[in-house]
């Protein structure tokens, strides 16, 4: 894709994102800036966020990041055939106390899949640069539903806050998509990851009645997911 045609539809997405209604989580800011110090994390208390850098040394550099438009490695030793790059507050300091994020994913063709994840603290809004996603998302009344549809390039589809989604790529050609955020760090917590990766890990047994299987199952797949 040509580069003002890109530069264009991450426009359309963060004007989408910006035009939703406040009702993050994130607190409103009370100054103008408030670049993310990095370096003062040991210092004062920390509340919510990061604290900010002095005025004075806030430079344009801090409001930018040039990483979403490099393609990811979606092959190299990759078993689910996407990668994420986010442009978050710790990323790109001068979100902080903005309230908004983006991110880049990229699929490899036929398969590549954003595994089950959830977002705790935003609402996410996805726009298909390039090829076909099969998309959806659990609701948590129950019994639970599967809300899933395919999402080609230039359609868009909303994940609500904090319910479990996924994507995968089911064309022929890899798949880009580009998603802006209500917070300026969403939080991701990778479903399977979260039961069978945790540290301290989760309890076999506990798993095993979940699941309704056996420990040996259980301990399998654990052992995939070994925290590293």
């Given at each position: 894709?040509?580069p003002?045609?890109l530069t264009?539809l991450l426009?359309?997405?963060?004007?989408?994102a910006?035009a939703?209604?406040?009702?993050?989580?994130d607190?409103d800011?009370?100054?103008?800036?408030?670049?993310?110090d990095y370096?003062s994390l040991?210092?004062?208390?920390?509340?919510?966020g990061?604290p900010?850098?002095?005025e004075a040394?806030?430079?344009?550099?801090?409001?930018f990041?040039?990483?979403?438009?490099?393609?990811a490695?979606?092959?190299?030793?990759?078993?689910?055939?996407?990668?994420?790059?986010?442009?978050?507050v710790?990323?790109?300091?001068?979100?902080n106390?903005l309230?908004?994020s983006?991110?880049?994913?990229?699929?490899?063709?036929?398969?590549?899949?954003?595994?089950p994840?959830a977002?705790?603290?935003?609402?996410e809004i996805l726009?298909?640069l390039?090829g076909?996603l099969?998309?959806?998302f659990?609701?948590a009344?129950?019994?639970?539903?599967?809300?899933s549809?395919?999402?080609?390039?230039?359609?868009?589809?909303?994940?609500?806050?904090?319910?479990?989604?996924?994507?995968?790529?089911?064309?022929?050609?890899?798949?880009?998509?580009?998603?802006?955020?209500d917070?300026?760090?969403?939080?991701?917590?990778a479903?399977a990851?979260?039961?069978?990766?945790?540290?301290?890990?989760?309890?076999?047994?506990?798993?095993a009645?979940?699941?309704r299987?056996d420990?040996?199952?259980?301990?399998?797949?654990?052992?995939?997911?070994?925290?590293?």
């Open positions: 894709m040509a003002n045609k264009t426009l359309a997405v963060v004007l989408l910006l939703a209604p406040p009702v993050a989580g607190p800011m009370l100054q103008d800036i408030c670049v993310a370096k040991q210092g004062p208390l920390r509340v919510n990061f900010c850098k002095r040394n806030v430079t344009a550099e801090d409001f990041f040039g990483g979403l438009a490099k393609a490695d979606v092959y190299s030793g990759n078993p689910m055939g996407s990668a994420v790059t986010a442009a978050d710790e990323t790109l300091p001068g979100l106390t309230g908004v983006m991110a880049r994913t990229d699929y490899a063709p036929w398969g590549g899949v954003n595994p994840h977002h705790p603290r935003a609402t726009f298909v390039e076909t099969e998309v959806g659990v609701t009344a129950a019994p639970s539903r599967l809300l549809r395919t999402v080609s390039r230039g359609e868009v589809f909303v994940f609500p806050r904090g319910l479990v989604h996924f994507q995968r790529s089911v064309g022929a050609a890899p798949a880009v998509a580009v998603s802006a955020f917070s300026q760090l969403p939080g991701t917590q479903a990851a979260a039961l069978f990766g945790a540290a301290p890990a989760v309890p076999t047994d506990v798993l009645r979940a699941f299987t420990a040996g199952v259980v301990e399998s797949i654990k052992s995939k997911f070994t925290p590293k």
